[in-house]
């Protein structure tokens, strides 16, 4: 056999690594989706069937190493089809109009006497501002924007805090109330107020009240979300997509992807505002990763941060009216890059 024909191309008794070699060559030129749909015949005795499904190269020649390593693969014949095809997802319909959506959550300021709760929007900083009685709002930006995008660009955490006190020679601290410590656990000047992260707003308690403040943030946290159209044209339908993909497909080639959506009110659709996308392979190992360092670790349990920055390194995330179309673009381009 020299060659696989357009659509479907018939085997007889080949050998299974000649097979792989000839997909290969195809990929050169053809794009889309390739199938192995037969048996597989050793010592002329022995038969299994086989049903396989790749879409590049590199996923077939993973899938022989891998059943070579667990069996002798250098005598395997196959006889069966190879089916090509160039359409593998169904059409997307999308509505003609449609300019994109925005959630918006709106939390009411509350000063009381041992708690202070920002109002929505940079709650850290509006904190910090009602302590030193200047405004580092602008300051504040520039800090957060100074991290890379897969480093959580543009978010403030708990861990930051001490990177904040070093670059304006600030003293804050936030209360971990679960370990009943705060973090940093030294500064060189205690203040009156310090952070407490509720529901990852960050607002502020007094240091010699803490559990006076707590309570009075859980009677006193007013919290509204809701969601908005940039126009009043928004986008009406999303249909789903049909992708034929076997399970026996290794993990460096299979990514896993999540679609964040809210459903209108009018029409109970759904409508997509975000998606993130991660390869299983890198996925597994960074997780085997964080269970070999802590092995105490529950499933319910939070991922320890500086875990949960390195994930967010291998996750992508698109945003905007277009967030499937963008995921899908880089999905046709992972071959070309790798």
Same mark, same amino acid.
């Given at each position: 056999?020299?060659?696989?024909?357009?659509?479907?191309?018939?085997?007889?008794?080949?050998?299974?690594?000649?097979?792989?070699?000839?997909?290969?060559?195809?990929?050169?030129? /053809?794009?889309?989706?390739?199938?192995?749909?037969?048996?597989?015949? $050793?010592?002329?005795?022995?038969?299994?069937?086989?049903?396989?499904?790749?879409?590049?190269?590199?996923? /077939?020649h993973?899938?022989?190493?891998?059943?070579?390593?667990?069996?002798?693969?250098?005598?395997?014949?196959?006889?069966?089809?190879?089916i090509?095809?160039?359409?593998? /997802?169904?059409?997307?319909?999308?509505?003609?109009?449609?300019?994109?959506?925005?959630?918006?959550?709106?939390?009411?300021?509350?000063?009381?006497?041992?708690?202070?709760?920002?109002?929505?929007?940079?709650?850290?900083?509006?904190?910090?501002?009602?302590?030193?009685?200047e405004?580092?709002?602008?300051?504040?930006?520039?800090?957060?924007?100074?991290?890379?995008?897969?480093?959580?660009?543009?978010?403030?955490?708990?861990?930051?805090?001490?990177?904040?006190?070093?670059?304006?020679?600030?003293?804050?601290?936030?209360?971990?109330?679960?370990?009943?410590?705060?973090?940093?656990?030294?500064?060189?000047? &205690?203040?009156?107020w310090?952070?407490?992260l509720?529901?990852?707003?960050?607002?502020l308690?007094?240091?010699?009240?803490?559990?006076?403040?707590?309570?009075?943030? &859980?009677?006193?946290? +007013? &919290?509204?979300?809701?969601?908005?159209?940039?126009?009043?044209?928004?986008?009406t339908?999303?249909?789903?997509?049909?992708?034929?993909?076997?399970?026996?497909i290794?993990?460096?080639?299979?990514?896993?992807?999540? #679609?964040?959506?809210?459903?209108?009110?009018?029409?109970?659709?759904?409508?997509?505002?975000?998606?993130?996308?991660?390869?299983?392979?890198k996925?597994?190992?960074?997780? +085997?990763r964080?269970?070999?360092?802590?092995?105490?670790?529950?499933?319910?349990?939070?991922?320890?941060?500086?875990?949960?920055?390195?994930?967010?390194?291998?996750?992508?995330?698109?945003?905007?009216?277009? #967030?499937?179309? $963008?995921?899908?673009?880089?999905?046709?381009?992972?071959?070309?890059?790798?």
């Amino acid at each position: 056999m020299n060659e696989i024909l357009d659509d479907e191309t018939f085997i007889s008794n080949e050998l299974f690594f000649s097979i792989i070699n000839l997909i290969s060559d195809k990929f050169d030129t /053809f794009k889309g989706q390739t199938e192995l749909d037969g048996e597989i015949i $050793q010592d002329t005795e022995h038969k299994q069937k086989m049903q396989f499904v790749g879409f590049n190269a590199k996923t /077939f020649h993973n899938f022989f190493a891998t059943v070579d390593v667990k069996s002798d693969a250098s005598d395997w014949y196959f006889s069966g089809k190879i089916i090509l095809r160039r359409n593998n /997802f169904k059409e997307i319909k999308k509505s003609k109009k449609g300019s994109g959506v925005t959630l918006l959550k709106k939390i009411n300021e509350y000063a009381g006497i041992n708690c202070f709760i920002p109002s929505d929007g940079y709650w850290f900083v509006k904190g910090v501002n009602r302590l030193l009685n200047e405004d580092y709002t602008k300051e504040f930006q520039d800090f957060i924007n100074s991290f890379s995008k897969s480093n959580r660009k543009g978010v403030m955490t708990t861990v930051r805090i001490c990177e904040f006190n070093k670059k304006f020679n600030t003293y804050f601290q936030i209360y971990m109330p679960k370990h009943r410590y705060f973090q940093p656990k030294k500064v060189s000047e &205690e203040l009156d107020w310090v952070f407490y992260l509720h529901k990852s707003h960050f607002c502020l308690i007094r240091r010699k009240n803490k559990t006076l403040g707590i309570r009075e943030i &859980e009677d006193n946290y +007013d &919290e509204n979300v809701w969601r908005t159209c940039r126009d009043d044209n928004a986008v009406t339908q999303v249909s789903p997509l049909k992708l034929n993909v076997c399970p026996t497909i290794h993990d460096d080639c299979l990514y896993a992807w999540d #679609c964040e959506t809210y459903s209108e009110k009018e029409t109970n659709k759904a409508i997509p505002y975000s998606c993130t996308l991660i390869n299983l392979e890198k996925l597994r190992k960074l997780l +085997d990763r964080i269970k070999n360092n802590f092995p105490d670790l529950n499933p319910t349990d939070s991922i320890p941060e500086e875990f949960y920055n390195k994930l967010m390194n291998i996750v992508e995330i698109f945003v905007g009216k277009d #967030c499937i179309d $963008q995921m899908l673009q880089r999905l046709g381009k992972i071959d070309q890059k790798e």
